[in-house]
């Protein structure tokens, strides 16, 4: 368990915009931040992070929170984990007292297969760097390579001792279950035998973007024409290939910082390029490059350059990963190395100016790369060249900027010396054809789905629950600050016994005035999580004089941190659509703090008499009551209400 202690260093010095901003590309926004939702595919920012309010919210899936909960979120951390990973981001020692047997019994499969994972890594390297075969085969392949001893230990590269099952007996000796081996790959298990998967192999961890080990890649030494130059890890509850770009976690910052990510194939490509000095570097592990890698990306920069071999055998089936990138909105571009290079070897026979400048020099628009890549195949054969510039228009058409089609549509036409017309026509023409597919496909769905369709009576708008969100929202921004409040205090006068609301001025906190204002009128929430929050705000600012937002958000589970996120950033959307451009500008509330309380609790009051009103009405329609009385208490209750609503007006007019 971690102490008390620690839990509360880190809520007190973890900053939400610099943890976010380790998985996201933030942009400045006023006073907040926006970026990409890294939990759903979309193209306009629809997420915000406040570093005033140290929390964030994801507006297109709803979650949201502080920092704890994005790291609970988006990578799957239990509770303590996220504490510990903030832990060690910020410097702070962690205080904790040992697992028992039975919370180790506790932990679930998804957490188990980290575990494992994590044992597995450091055992790689400490075979690596303590035994004979180790050092002798896997550490001189390393060397041999030119990594440092610093770049081993960075990436975390180990070696599997070339035994059918040492690594096996090791993890099973330590207390880690066969189930969890098999399941992580680490340990194949055929009937009553088991044996290493990675036998023989120097090892490459594969991180995700916050540094969990997920999965492993091998390569053997060895020749042997049976087995597999490289293997990696299978598919399992935490590895999945096709989410997964090798060397991210280490080159987030610098993608980020450069806004430019560098593309390669395999491991040693990322490793080398990282030693020489440019870090804005991942692969895709000789995979065919997939939305979802292409989107990690996304979320940290626009701009990404694909580096291929000089003599890539495969480079045309490489090159359809750029259309998946142009379809992302994304910017390409593409540099090719010299014959009988690629980026590892070229990284080591070179400085990084060299490098540098190389990569600065060689770096082609994509359509200039596939033009001249096709037009080289097509080799002056007129249906070969048709093919050739139908391809690249084809290109063209997934770019979802009108712009940049156009001013690829005009460099396309430059390159290939043909008319501006005739490829903005046949831009039209798949854009069509697509069209169709798509209504097709469309239409298909409906018929498939074809019910009796019902008119959907107008939602109205549930007032008492919106008022009761402000209710909630005011307390959390200002239930501590103090204001001057002008009170109604009901008077009757004395000529000709009207009622009359006489104003009084007095000093009181937020939360204390709202507090006696709806016990004065027995008010309770209808909506219960609203009532949870509202007892559990009151009971905290009653007891702290310093009311910190994320440390109470932080004690929250994740349904009520959704939604107290939910309330605080719901104002911000305007601001993620910029709408001070186009002069709406969203009133600041801190101007007016006691406006804005007085402004609510008359409308709530407002809002309950007419409920009250509704029911006596309600009343009288039954032909036993005795209306007399409940008519003179309505009259009053309407006298009532306009003197209130004529105050309202005041408090809203200013």
């Known amino acids: 368990m971690i102490s008390k202690s620690t839990i509360e260093q880190v809520f007190e010095t973890a900053r939400v915009e610099e943890v976010i901003g380790d998985f996201v590309n933030l942009k400045k926004s006023g006073s907040n931040f926006k970026g990409l939702s890294p939990f759903s595919d979309e193209r306009s ?8 309010k140290q929390i964030w919210k994801d507006f297109s899936s709803g979650k949201g929170g502080n920092a704890v909960t994005f790291l609970m979120e988006h990578e799957h951390f239990t509770y303590p984990e996220a504490i510990k990973y903030l832990a ?25 297969l980290y575990l494992v994972n994590e044992f597995a890594n450091e055992y790689f390297q400490r075979i690596l760097h303590k035994t004979d075969q180790g050092k002798a085969i896997g550490l001189s392949y390393f060397k041999e390579r030119g990594f440092t001893n610093d770049t081993i230990k960075e990436f975390n ?40 998967r990675f036998k023989g192999r120097v090892m490459f961890p594969i991180h995700s973007m916050s540094g969990r080990i997920l999965g492993f890649g091998g390569r053997i030494l060895k020749v042997d024409k049976k087995a ?14 096709s989410k997964i770009l090798y060397g991210l976690f280490h080159a987030k910052q610098a993608i980020a910082k450069e806004d430019n990510c560098y593309l390669v194939e395999g491991y040693t490509d990322v490793i080398q390029f990282h030693q020489t000095g440019i870090k804005n570097v991942v692969a895709s592990s000789g995979t065919a490059l997939t939305p979802e ?34 379809e992302q909105g994304m910017n390409v571009k593409v540099v090719m190395f010299p014959s009988g290079e690629d980026p590892d070897s070229f990284a080591r026979q070179n400085t990084l100016s060299e490098l540098s400048s190389y990569l600065e020099e060689n770096s082609k628009d994509f359509i200039q790369f596939k033009a001249a890549l096709l037009v080289e195949d097509a080799n002056n054969d007129p249906i070969k060249k048709a093919e050739t ?31 501006e017309e005739v490829l903005f026509s046949t831009l039209a023409q798949i854009n069509k054809k697509e069209q169709q597919e798509s209504n097709k496909n469309y239409k298909s769905e409906q018929k498939a789905f074809n019910v009796i369709k019902h008119e959907q009576p107008t939602r109205k708008v549930d007032y008492q629950y919106e008022l009761e969100r402000k209710i909630i929202e005011i307390l959390l921004l200002y239930g501590n600050e103090t204001e001057n409040f002008e009170d ?33 009128d027995e008010m309770q929430f209808s909506d219960t999580n609203f009532k949870t929050l509202y007892y559990s705000i009151i009971d905290t600012l009653h007891q702290a004089d310093n009311f910190q937002l994320k440390d109470f958000i932080g004690k929250l589970n ?90 309202l007006g005041k408090v809203v007019g200013g």
């Open 293 to 326: 890698q292409i989107r990690l990306i996304n979320r940290l920069t626009k701009n990404i350059t694909v580096l291929f071999d000089g003599d890539a055998a495969g480079i045309r089936a490489s090159i359809r990963g750029i259309d998946l990138i142009l």
């Open 157 to 196: 590269l180990g070696y599997s001792l070339d035994e059918w099952q040492a690594f096996t007996d090791e993890a099973l000796k330590k207390g880690y279950l066969l189930d969890y081996l098999e399941k992580t790959g680490l340990t194949i298990v055929k009937e009553d035998k088991q044996f290493d």
């Open 88 to 112: 060690r981001k910020y410097n702070i020692e962690i205080e904790e007292t040992e697992q028992t047997n039975e919370q180790k019994e506790e932990a679930n499969e998804r957490e188990s």
């Open 228 to 241: 597999a130059k490289y293997v990696n890890s299978p598919e399992s509850e935490v590895y999945h290939k």
């Open 389 to 419: 510039i139908r391809e690249i228009v084809n290109s063209i058409s997934k770019i979802p900027d009108p712009i940049k089609r156009e001013i690829y549509i005009q460099e396309c036409s430059r390159i290939m010396d043909i008319s």
């Open 45 to 52: 920012p629809s997420f915000m992070v406040s570093p005033v």
């Open 558 to 647: 994740q349904d009520m941190a959704n939604e107290v996120t939910t309330i605080l950033m719901n104002d911000e959307r305007y601001r993620l659509h910029d709408w001070q451009r186009n002069h709406i500008i969203p009133k600041e509330k801190k101007e007016t703090i006691s406006q804005l309380v007085t402004q609510t609790i008359l409308s709530l009051r407002c809002f309950l008499i007419d409920q009250k009103v509704s029911e006596y009405q309600n009343e009288t329609s039954q032909p036993e009551v005795n209306t007399l009385p409940i008519m003179e208490d309505i009259r009053d209750y309407l006298k009532l209400k306009t003197l209130l609503s004529k105050k």
């Open 488 to 520: 109604l205090v009901l008077k009757e006068d004395e000529t000709t016994g009207d009622l009359n609301l006489e104003p009084v001025i007095h000093q009181a906190k937020v939360f204390e005035k709202i507090y006696l204002d709806l016990q004065e």
